[in-house]
Every structure is written in C-alpha cells, then in structure tokens.
C-alpha cells in the first residue's frame, strides 16, 4: 500500500513480502510489552505470540517506534530493547506519535497507535489482549481511551479478549454504539470481560467463524464505512480467573490509584502490575495464555481474508 512513499515507515523485508504476495499478515502491539507485563516474561511473550500467529497460518508483525522510525515488522532485538525498557519506553498512543518520531525515541505503542501504524502498512487484522476503554468514573475524570476513538476512524480489524473488568463496560460499549464500531463475539453472545469470560453485557453480534468474521470486515470496507472492527475472544476457560478474585483485586488496585493521585496514561500500566501482584501473578498467566489465543483465531481471519471473494 502507501509504504514506499512514508519516509517515517519501515516494513521488516518478510512482512512486505508478504504483503506483496497477499498471503495473511498480523499486526501485534508493543505497550502490552514495554507497560502490560514485567521483564523477562514481556519479552518471552511477545515471541511466543509471533510463533502463535505463524502456527496459525499468518506472518507477524510486531510494531513499534524505534529510534523514531515507524516499525513494522520489529526484530527480537527490538522485541528484548522494549521489554527491558519497560515503563522508560514511551507510551506512544496517537497524540505522542509527533514528538516521538521527532525526537527519535523508542515508543511502545498501544492499540491505537498499532492500529494507526498496521493501516499505513496495508496490515488489516491485529491481536492484542485487552483493549482501553471508557474508565470507572469517566463522567468525573472523562478517561476515555483514545483506543475506541482509533477503532471508529481506522480501517484495523482488533482480536481482543475484551475490555478489562477496570473499566466501565456499559459506558465503552455505548461509546462503540455511539461510534458505529462492530463489537463481535466469537462464538458468544456476551462480551468477555479479559480474565473472565462473561460480563452481563451483550455484543453487537456473534460470529462461530473466522470466515464470517473475514467476511464481515471485508463487507464493511466495501461498504467504504471507516473505522474498524472489535473482535472479542473468550478467554479460554481453563486459564480463566474466578470472579470474585480479580473483583478484589480490581477493586483493591482502583482504591489504591485513587489514593495515589494516579491518573491520565499512568492509570491502565499502574492497574495492571497492581492486578499482577495482588494475585500473585496468577492474572499474568491469564493474561499470556488470552492473548495467544488471540493470536491464534486473528491469524485464522487473516487467512481468510486473504480469500475471501465479495460481493
Ligand atoms: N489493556 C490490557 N493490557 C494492556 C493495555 C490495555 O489488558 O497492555 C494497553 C494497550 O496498549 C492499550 C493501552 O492500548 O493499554 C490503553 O491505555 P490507555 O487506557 O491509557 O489509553
Ligand atoms: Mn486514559
């Protein structure tokens, strides 16, 4: 697509290719690496999702801002730089974007900005854990994530587990009504809530196959309708949290950043290493186990967009 004329753009030879060859790509980001889980595991990680996603069918692309350059298709060594880095990695949502590249920075990018980077490359399907969202007590503080706003303008397609049980459910889901974003449910009907897989609230639509997923999004494109598409995936049920565990915890970690004064692009990284410790890491490996299988079903879809015939 608009690659050769980006100067800011790199594309890993393997991803163009295959982007040249139509064979399926997916799009991963980078803060669930450098903010959303602890060092060594982060980086472990993010390989074993890469190796997911190429079981499945589908070539990864893990994106970032290295040095300043928009990268998609990061090397291990920029997988390790990221996640050794950590939190002094900046977190590069859309309105960073100017000010990392200028200043030539290392930049971990969330949902949004993988979203913004994956669609300069001509990368459709993207995979990640959880996406942001309205917050708890958005009505006071207005945190909403740029995430959904990047969801109803940018033509990315996001795997997720579903919105986190940190924030405000009701309220994200009225604001993807609000902003005509599909929100699908992969063989459900309730929207997963991240560690569980239910909520109480329902999704736009459910879907039992990666072909009619495919379809659906190549059939919104074509409608020329902007913006993407969510797709949730249900933790699977053996490595999900039981209810009233992560409830603590997520109540005891909203106290805790309430008291502290933690707000603004702090709050989701403080939120989530909190999670992690209170439950002594169990919420990490539910965390690593949801987000390969996100991997797994987005790759799926990719493949099947890569064949799909409409109309
Ligand atoms: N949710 C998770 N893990 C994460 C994030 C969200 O379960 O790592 C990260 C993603 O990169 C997401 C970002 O785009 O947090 C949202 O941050 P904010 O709420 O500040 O927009
Ligand atoms: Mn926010």
Do not use: W
Not at 251 to 271: M, N, V, W
């Amino acid at each position: 697509m608009n690659t050769t004329n980006n100067p800011y753009l790199s594309v890993s030879p393997e991803v163009s290719r295959a982007l040249a060859d139509g064979r399926p790509v997916v799009a991963l980001e980078s803060t669930i690496i450098s903010h959303g889980m602890p060092y060594p595991q982060n980086v472990e990680t993010a390989l074993r999702v890469e190796e997911e996603v190429r079981r499945n069918g589908a070539v990864p692309a893990t994106i970032a801002i290295i040095g300043g350059t928009l990268k998609a298709g990061c090397t291990h060594e920029d997988i390790e730089l990221l996640g050794r880095k950590g939190t002094e990695a900046v977190k590069t949502s859309r309105r960073d974007m100017p000010m990392v590249v200028a200043q030539k920075l290392d930049g971990a990018t969330t949902v949004a900005t993988t979203m913004i980077i994956a669609a300069m490359a001509g990368i459709e399907v993207f995979a990640t854990g959880g996406i942001g969202g309205v917050h708890r007590g958005a009505e006071k503080t207005m945190d909403i994530s740029a995430d959904l706003e990047e969801l109803a303008m940018t033509p990315v397609m996001v795997v997720c587990a579903g919105p986190k049980a940190i924030l405000d459910l009701g309220l994200t889901l009225e604001y993807l009504e609000t902003k005509g974003v599909p929100v699908i449910g992969y063989r459900t009907d309730e929207l997963p809530a991240f560690y569980t897989r239910r909520s109480g609230f329902g999704v736009d639509c459910r879907l039992d196959t990666p072909r009619q997923i495919a379809e659906a999004f190549r059939t919104k494109r074509l409608l020329g309708l902007q913006g993407g598409m969510l797709v949730t995936n249900p933790v699977p049920e053996q490595y999900s949290m039981p209810p009233e565990v992560i409830d603590t915890a997520i109540s005891q970690a909203l106290a805790e950043a309430e008291k502290d004064g933690i707000s603004g692009k702090r709050l989701t990284p403080f939120l989530l290493a909190r999670i992690k410790d209170i439950t002594r890491g169990d919420s990490l490996n539910t965390n690593i186990q949801l987000v390969l299988n996100n991997a797994a079903l987005a790759a799926q879809i990719a493949a099947r967009l890569s064949t799909v015939t409409l109309p």
